[in-house]
């Protein structure tokens, strides 16, 4: 496609479910970044996917979330037994391999956990 | 560690005044600087970019922005604020790996709403 496609755009789930928020990355984007925004927050970093690289998990903020990428393309967020306090949008993002080139966004899965 | 301070969460202006948006950094080694925008409901859009070369950057929808070394500022401007430019608007500075380079991970502001009043 055109840009980075997310799905779903929204996402209700009952506290202690698990989700799985899916990342269609830019054809030919080797990097690919998982970001949460919440009120109070901003962006935060969580994961970071470089080529064959192991991936940059330094923000994911328990082990309820891990992520993966298959075949160097899509990538899935998975989140599981889901609390109220990961209510928020995940944002992805990808870019070619250079630091210095644009991000480019999602427009993000809306989670509510209730 | 790096970081991005965006001085003001709310900012108003009328339609037509000069629009100003503070962003100071901290980094270790010559940072890669960034200014996002994001419009109601819509994700992440770059507005411009600083890596290297010319200090004073222009961007889309009449944007600029200049990188102050001494000063460790990004501030973002635009001389005549329209309606559509009402948004929120993020800074952002690449992290670094090793210690030395920059890579594609950013760093974000807590963000700038910046609204515009007819």
């Known amino acids: 496609g055109a840009g980075v496609s997310q799905s779903p755009s929204n996402k209700v789930t009952e506290k202690g479910k698990d989700v799985e928020l899916r990342c269609d990355p830019i054809?030919?984007?080797?990097?690919l970044y998982w970001y949460r925004q919440s009120l109070g927050q901003g962006l935060e970093f969580l994961i970071y996917?470089?080529?064959?690289?192991?991936?940059?998990k330094s923000g994911l903020p328990s082990d309820r979330f891990s992520a993966e990428r298959t075949g160097g393309s899509v990538s899935t967020l998975t989140i599981q037994r889901t609390q109220q306090e990961d209510s928020a949008v995940y944002l992805c993002?990808?870019?070619?391999?250079?630091?210095?080139?644009?991000?480019?966004f999602g427009q993000g899965t809306r989670l509510t956990v209730v | 560690a790096q970081s991005v301070t965006q001085l003001g969460s709310h900012v108003s202006v009328s339609e037509g005044a000069l629009v100003l948006l503070r962003c100071n950094y901290s980094?270790?080694?010559?940072?890669?600087l960034f200014w996002y925008v994001q419009y109601p409901n819509q994700g992440l859009q770059l507005l411009l970019k600083?890596?290297?070369?010319?200090?004073l950057v222009k961007g889309i929808n009449g944007f600029e922005a200049e990188f102050k070394k001494s000063e460790t500022s990004f501030h973002l401007t635009k001389p005549s604020a329209h309606m559509s430019d009402a948004a929120e608007y993020f800074c952002?500075?690449?992290?670094?790996?090793?210690?030395?380079?920059?890579?594609?991970?950013?760093?974000f502001g807590q963000g700038t709403t910046l609204q515009v009043k007819p």
């Open positions: 993002a990808s870019s070619l391999a250079d630091a210095n080139t644009e991000a480019f």
């Open positions: 054809s030919g984007h080797t990097a």
């Open positions: 996917f470089q080529g064959n690289s192991a991936p940059d």
């Open positions: 980094s270790s080694v010559p940072p890669y």
């Open positions: 600083y890596t290297t070369g010319a200090t």
């Open positions: 952002a500075v690449s992290a670094i790996r090793g210690g030395s380079s920059n890579t594609g991970k950013l760093i």
